[in-house]
């Protein structure tokens, strides 16, 4: 797998200071899209032990309050076996540090009915993500005042307790993630 860059000092990503990781690779191609270079599976650098060592040193600082995911597109099947070891071990690190991640695949209807990828993977990043932002990019939809994401087509979902309930439960500022 391969990554296009990493921020250690995002504030755009998600709620307060945090270190975002934008994977390469991605089939969705949504138009006018911010990063189109990460569509390339073979764009950026290796995502080897050494770089996830330094994300998960950036990760130290108390004012850290978690890690994004974002892309090129982190459920491309080629991503996930890489990035759910990696998720996995953010989690048993910090495990009060919350997790985002960007997709522009369908929560349930994708990515719940293992539509993308290998279900067991798919459910192992699951299980590591606190706040997932879904939903392709649509420029017909697009709204500069939407938080934390591009169009109002896109959803601001949290995941642990969607998947305990069975059902969408969104965040807001009313209904944070726990850790943020």
Same mark, same amino acid.
């Given at each position: 797998m391969n990554y296009a860059n990493i921020k250690y000092y995002d504030i %755009?990503?998600?709620? =307060?200071?945090?270190?975002? !990781? @934008?994977?390469?690779?991605?089939?969705n191609h949504c138009k006018n899209c911010? /990063? +189109? #270079?990460?569509?390339?599976?073979?764009?950026?650098? +290796?995502?080897?032990?050494?770089?996830?060592d330094d994300i998960i040193n =950036?990760?130290?600082?108390?004012?850290?309050?978690?890690?994004? !995911?974002?892309? =090129?597109?982190?459920? #491309? +099947?080629? /991503?996930? +076996?890489?990035? %759910?070891?990696f998720l996995e071990r953010v989690k048993s690190t910090y495990p009060k540090k919350s997790v985002w991640c960007y997709t522009g695949y369908d929560f349930d209807a994708?990515? &719940? %009915?293992?539509?993308?990828? *290998?279900?067991?993977?798919? $459910?192992? $990043? &699951?299980?590591?993500?606190?706040? &997932?932002?879904?939903?392709? @990019?649509?420029e017909e939809l697009k709204n500069p %005042? &939407?938080?934390?994401?591009?169009?109002? *087509?896109?959803r601001v979902i949290l995941v642990q307790p969607s998947l305990a309930k069975k059902e969408i439960v969104l965040w807001n500022k009313d209904n944070p993630c726990k850790y943020d």
């Amino acid at each position: 797998m391969n990554y296009a860059n990493i921020k250690y000092y995002d504030i %755009a990503n998600g709620p =307060g200071v945090r270190v975002s !990781l @934008f994977v390469s690779g991605c089939r969705n191609h949504c138009k006018n899209c911010f /990063n +189109p #270079e990460t569509w390339d599976f073979n764009y950026g650098q +290796p995502f080897t032990k050494k770089v996830q060592d330094d994300i998960i040193n =950036g990760l130290s600082p108390g004012y850290i309050q978690g890690v994004s !995911l974002l892309g =090129g597109e982190p459920f #491309e +099947p080629e /991503n996930q +076996p890489e990035l %759910a070891h990696f998720l996995e071990r953010v989690k048993s690190t910090y495990p009060k540090k919350s997790v985002w991640c960007y997709t522009g695949y369908d929560f349930d209807a994708d990515l &719940l %009915a293992g539509k993308k990828g *290998n279900i067991d993977t798919v $459910m192992r $990043m &699951l299980k590591c993500i606190d706040v &997932l932002v879904d939903g392709r @990019f649509v420029e017909e939809l697009k709204n500069p %005042a &939407l938080q934390f994401r591009g169009s109002s *087509n896109q959803r601001v979902i949290l995941v642990q307790p969607s998947l305990a309930k069975k059902e969408i439960v969104l965040w807001n500022k009313d209904n944070p993630c726990k850790y943020d």
